[in-house]
């Protein structure tokens, strides 16, 4: 007959059982997300992020803009009337790690992209005062004078292509992203041409506004300028992600 | 609790004795709080059947209650309990009592709405909401603009136009402001000339031989302003370039330099680098056609018109 008392008396079972119990309150509660079907939506237009806004995805960990900003629309109405359609997880698919983030001291971001001018985001970085008067951020104005260093960006998509993010490396990957993003995506994800790529999309947009070099605002603009945009909403009926749910 | 219940209250002890005298005392949990947490159990295993609870291999129980919505096709659906289903009928529920107003708003011409007392108080109360969330980043609360950054909204003059249907377009697919730079087209002297000649506009005390100089070479071929400012430098809408004869400055800050030298400076600063800024981005999309031309009375009240 089992008697409480052997737990109490017996500091290795009770180590045990414990760690048992509690592992399958995770097990329970995190494992299955793995094997429903319909966690991750199907939708069109998610790409991974490009050789730039990837760097700016760096710098925006760097600095901490999840410690007040997060990227995860929550269905609300109030969200929904603010900040645009409510998140969909395969908006965030290929982010190792997600930055929904919880503390929400400033807006959401997961819709900025585009809202704004390139323009008014570096300003605003700079010197967020200057344009909102009531604002608690920060200044980061040396992100328009440091250069990015991108001298590690192929290790760096070599990285996230080992968690599953799909940068190509053969001919064989490329070919799968060619059919799976289109060729102009595809080029984009290609870890061999990721340096002229991301020189080049600096170059061509020029998102700080001073083309003589590539500065980290280039990079982190470039990044926020995409954060949201890459699903078309209005390709999609208003209730067709309620059946992932 | 009296000191005769107190000593009343004898506590018994579990009967476990160890290292010969170690004993521990049985306090048995309150009854109110051991029914307390029978109901919270049963309250869980309701919960489990009327929400989404347990996950069975690739699925999981999607529980009995339900929630029924219209989707924007107007087709009728009850699906399980889930929080993007009730964003929906919420949303209906909203878009219903907002739905006089904006099938009034939709099916009145813009001057209507602006002579309408009610249309125009429900542009003011929804507008503002509207202006405040994506507008006045750029433009500022109450559409002051910013001197270097974003127009105006509140004067009469209007880069692009300031009609309502002016602004409307404006809304619908943004702007981007652009000039030309004239460095190493101009020399140091020219633009001089030049920037006395706009700010003799406004009657600086400039040196009147140089702003003669600026009118010739404003409508000169070499510098060609008035290709985009108009002959009389009033600008041109169509292509948004800037009224210079108005007291009212947008990149070069004019008002706050002291000196005429620091005003002439502002201007030649401009004309130098000329312009690839002034970017107001485009909002269909993001915001419906109704919101919009609900924010285009709403700016036409701040001051359009002109």
């Given at each position: 007959m089992f008697k409480h008392e052997w737990l109490e008396t017996n500091i290795g079972l009770l180590t045990i059982l414990t760690m048992l119990a509690i592992?399958?309150?995770?097990?329970?509660?995190?494992?299955?997300?793995?094997?429903?079907?319909?966690?991750?939506?199907?939708?069109?237009?998610?790409?991974?992020?490009?050789?730039?806004?990837?760097?700016?995805?760096?710098?925006?960990?760097?600095?901490?803009?999840?410690?007040?900003?997060?990227?995860?629309?929550?269905?609300?109405?109030?969200?929904?009337?603010?900040?645009?359609?409510?998140?969909?997880?395969?908006?965030?698919?290929?982010?190792h790690p997600f930055q929904w983030g919880s503390k929400r001291t400033g807006p959401d971001l997961a819709r900025v992209g585009k809202k704004y001018s390139n323009e008014w985001m570096v300003a605003h970085l700079v010197s967020p005062r200057s344009l909102v008067p009531e604002s608690v951020m920060p200044n980061f104005p040396w992100l328009l004078t440091t250069q990015l260093d991108y001298s590690d960006i192929e290790d760096r998509m070599r990285a996230l292509r080992i968690a599953g993010v799909p940068y190509s490396l053969?001919?064989?990957?490329?070919?799968?992203?060619?059919?799976?993003?289109?060729?102009?995506?595809?080029?984009?994800?290609?870890?061999?041409?990721?340096?002229?790529?991301?020189?080049?999309?600096?170059?061509?947009?020029?998102y700080d506004g001073d083309p003589s070099n590539i500065s980290e605002m280039d990079a982190l603009v470039a990044y926020l300028q995409v954060l949201?945009?890459?699903?078309?909403?209005?390709?999609?009926d208003d209730d067709e992600f309620v059946k992932y749910r | 609790m009296s000191a005769s219940k107190q000593q009343a209250h004898v506590p018994q002890t579990t009967g476990h004795v160890w290292d010969g005298d170690l004993q521990e005392y049985n306090n048995p949990l309150p009854n109110w709080w051991l029914m307390a947490f029978y109901a919270s159990v049963v309250?869980?295993?309701?919960?489990?059947?009327?929400?989404?609870?347990?996950?069975?291999?690739?699925?999981?129980?999607?529980?009995?209650?339900?929630?029924?919505?219209?989707?924007?096709?107007?087709?009728?659906?009850?699906?399980?309990?889930?929080?993007?289903?009730?964003?929906?009928?919420?949303?209906?529920?909203a878009v219903k009592a907002q739905k006089p107003y904006f099938d009034k708003l939709s099916s009145m011409s813009f001057e209507q709405i602006a002579k309408d007392p009610e249309m125009n108080s429900f542009v003011l109360s929804a507008g503002k909401e509207l202006f405040s969330d994506n507008c006045a980043p750029c433009h500022q609360q109450g559409g002051a603009g910013k001197v270097g950054f974003a127009p105006n909204l509140t004067d009469d003059d209007w880069l692009y136009g300031g009609h309502f249907s002016e602004i409307n377009h404006t809304?619908?697919?943004?702007?981007?402001?652009?000039?030309?730079?004239?460095?190493?087209?101009?020399?140091?002297?020219?633009?001089?000339?030049?920037?006395?000649?706009?700010?003799?506009?406004?009657?600086?005390?400039?040196?009147?031989?140089?702003?003669?100089?600026?009118?010739?070479?404003?409508?000169?071929?070499?510098?060609?302003?008035?290709?985009?400012?108009?002959?009389?430098?009033?600008?041109?809408?169509?292509?948004?370039?800037?009224?210079?004869?108005?007291?009212?400055?947008?990149?070069?800050?004019?008002?706050?330099?002291?000196?005429?030298?620091?005003?002439?400076?502002?201007?030649?600063?401009?004309?130098?680098?000329g312009l690839n800024r002034g970017v107001m981005p485009t909002w269909q999309g993001r915001l419906s056609t109704d919101q919009i031309k609900l924010l285009t009375v709403y700016v036409h009240d701040l001051g359009g018109g002109q």
């Open positions: 592992s399958i309150g995770g097990l329970v509660e995190i494992a299955p997300l793995f094997f429903i079907k319909n966690t991750v939506e199907k939708v069109d237009g998610v790409r991974p992020y490009t050789p730039l806004e990837l760097r700016g995805r760096d710098i925006y960990q760097r600095e901490g803009c999840y410690l007040c900003h997060s990227q995860m629309i929550r269905p609300f109405r109030d969200e929904a009337l603010r900040y645009g359609h409510y998140s969909l997880a395969a908006e965030s698919q290929y982010d053969t001919k064989a990957e490329y070919d799968a992203n060619v059919k799976k993003f289109g060729k102009q995506t595809a080029d984009m994800l290609d870890i061999n041409k990721a340096r002229q790529n991301l020189i080049k999309q600096a170059e061509d947009n020029d949201g945009t890459m699903v078309d909403f209005s390709k999609y | 309250f869980a295993v309701i919960y489990w059947f009327m929400y989404p609870a347990w996950p069975i291999a690739g699925t999981f129980t999607t529980g009995f209650k339900t929630i029924t919505y219209v989707n924007n096709k107007g087709v009728e659906k009850t699906v399980h309990w889930n929080t993007r289903a009730l964003l929906l009928q919420e949303t209906n529920e809304i619908t697919y943004g702007r981007h402001g652009y000039m030309p730079p004239f460095a190493g087209v101009l020399t140091d002297q020219q633009m001089t000339e030049l920037a006395d000649y706009i700010l003799s506009f406004e009657k600086y005390p400039v040196n009147p031989a140089s702003a003669e100089a600026g009118n010739q070479l404003f409508h000169s071929e070499t510098a060609a302003c008035y290709y985009c400012h108009g002959a009389d430098a009033k600008g041109r809408k169509v292509i948004g370039s800037a009224n210079l004869t108005d007291s009212i400055w947008l990149w070069a800050n004019v008002p706050a330099a002291k000196t005429i030298a620091d005003k002439e400076a502002a201007i030649k600063t401009v004309i130098t680098g």
